[in-house]
């Protein structure tokens, strides 16, 4: 359930999140007028009187229930800041959670979020292949805590799952299933509402979460609070973010979570500061714009390059055929492809390679979702650090490029790939 502002409100009738995005929680009266949010670049907040400070302290620290109209005092920029709070009130429109936080990196969001969930002597349950970043925490830092972690295949059936999770409780008691969808570079799918089911029949006492890293499809092309996930992680550095300038990370879902979520953020000191969150506001002004364009011309790249004899396949939820098991959980889970293509050239890495030092307008960098089109060879940079063998399992092959499609007229995009491809 959301817990919109009225302002979000016209006639009695929600307003849209694309409408919403350039002004949603922001006063100008508070700010001399200024139509847009300041940056509210300060580390501290003066206090009225010593009796204010005192208040704002008992509700930081949880010592007296809030009064119905009371809202929590400005303190001090690590625990809230103006910028941060209005960011956190507009990401949740779009993803329709109760409450967001706001980080650092994703790196941030997904740690704190770990820490704040996971206990010695628990397991973890996740998909693979995740993000880099999340596998080093999952299988070289969790352990050092003492949570053991098991993985099954992004795609795998609900039976699979369950299977994994009857190993896992052999191992500790089950506390989170951590879920990345689609998985980075393949494009596979898992299935939200299978694991939501599984999470809900193994919580006891306490609940076992189900977090999703939506940031390939989110927040605007899949919606897993919508399928039963409890929180939503995203590195915003990406799409939110979009404009390959700034690092940052989000976790949303009900208040009750995510207050504790903050209450890890606040000591672990994992926040965002109030530049990256004005960023980030101006960012979501063009977020629906952007992510339709990339979109758009996403589809172009990928029949483009379906259709080209130097590429043997193609990896693109756009294109899935009507037998693929995959092509329903798309039709479940997603409303657009997004604009994330993987595909693999005729040939191995020297072919890949070819290509990717072909390239003039397409940049060669790793990261995803800015304006600008990136490329990428999984295989000896994101996924380097994968065991070889797990790497071929997964299907990133030598042969594999990833690209990120940006808002470029799509026409010059394919010239690019066209000429490069002409070079391989
Ligand atoms: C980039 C990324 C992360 C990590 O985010 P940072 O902002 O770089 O810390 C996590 N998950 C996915 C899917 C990513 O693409």
């Keep these: ?95 329709e959670a109760e409450a967001a936080a706001v980080f650092a990196s994703g790196m941030a969001a997904i740690s704190t979020t770990m820490l704040t969930f996971l206990r010695p002597g628990d397991v973890m349950i996740h998909s693979e292949p995740v993000y880099g970043g999340t596998d080093y925490l999952i299988k070289q830092i969790l352990p050092l805590f003492g949570v053991r972690t098991f993985g099954f295949p992004a795609g795998a059936s609900e039976d699979v799952i369950a299977a994994v999770i009857g190993r896992a409780e052999s191992a ?47 927040p605007l092309w899949q919606q897993p609070l919508k399928h039963g996930a409890d929180l939503v992680l995203y590195s915003a550095t990406k799409y939110i973010g979009g404009h390959s300038d700034v690092i940052a990370g989000v976790c949303l879902g009900p208040s009750e979570l995510i207050g504790q979520v903050k209450g890890f953020r606040t000591i672990l000191g994992t926040m965002a500061g109030p530049n990256t969150a004005f960023l980030l506001m101006r960012s979501l002004e063009t977020l629906k714009l952007r992510m339709t364009s990339q979109m758009k011309n996403a589809r172009y790249v990928a029949d483009f390059l379906a259709d080209h004899p130097k590429v043997a396949r193609v990896h693109y939820l756009g294109q899935l055929s009507e037998d693929d098991p995959q092509h329903e959980v798309y039709h479940r889970h997603c409303s657009a492809p997004g604009a994330m293509i993987s595909f693999e050239v005729v040939g191995g890495e020297a072919e890949a390679f070819r290509l990717l030092n072909a390239l003039h307008l397409i940049k060669m960098a790793v990261s995803l979702g800015s304006t600008e089109s990136l490329a990428e060879h999984p295989a000896s940079m994101t996924h380097a650090d994968v065991d070889p063998e797990e790497r071929m399992e997964m299907g990133v092959t030598p042969a594999m490029v990833r690209i990120s499609v940006g808002v470029e007229h799509p026409e010059d995009i394919i010239a690019d790939l066209r000429q490069a491809l002409d070079r391989v």
């Design 1 to 95: 359930m959301s817990t919109r502002k009225p302002e979000g409100y016209l006639d009695g009738q929600p307003l849209h999140p694309e409408t919403l995005m350039m002004g949603y929680g922001y006063h100008p009266k508070l700010s001399q007028g200024a139509i847009k949010c300041p940056i509210f670049q300060t580390s501290t907040f003066v206090f009225e009187s010593a009796e204010e400070g005192k208040a704002f302290f008992e509700l930081a620290y949880g010592l007296r229930k809030q009064g119905p109209n009371e809202e929590m005092g400005l303190i001090y920029s690590r625990l809230n800041n103006p910028d941060l709070e209005i960011l956190e009130d507009r990401l949740t429109l779009w993803d």
């Design 172 to 218: 500790g008691r089950l506390a989170m299933i951590f879920v990345e969808t689609p998985a980075n570079p393949t494009n596979t799918l898992v299935d939200i509402e299978a694991c939501a089911r599984l999470a809900r029949a193994h919580s006891g006492e306490r609940r076992v979460i189900l977090a999703v890293d939506n940031t390939f499809l989110g």
